[in-house]
């Protein structure tokens, strides 16, 4: 998937409304820490999930939309 195509602006805007309105408020909601701790752990957690979905989308692309 290349970084400026089509797929990948929807999948990353999709991607980044879902960490942003349901993953983050969710994390730092559990957590009782200082502004910036509660940024940290929750980048650490976001940032995998990217990962992890990015690899998982090429994957689901390539075996049933190629």
């Not at 349901?22 to 502004?35: E, K, M, N, Q, Y």
Request: a positive charge; proline letters at 3%.
């Amino acid at each position: 998937m290349k970084l400026l195509s089509k797929e990948s602006f929807i999948f990353y805007s999709i991607l980044g409304a879902f960490a942003g309105f349901v993953v983050a408020p969710f994390i730092r909601s559990l957590l009782d820490l200082s502004f910036a701790l509660e940024i940290v752990i929750t980048s650490a957690i976001i940032l995998p999930m990217y990962y992890f979905a990015k690899k998982f989308f090429v994957k689901l692309k390539t075996k049933y939309f190629s």
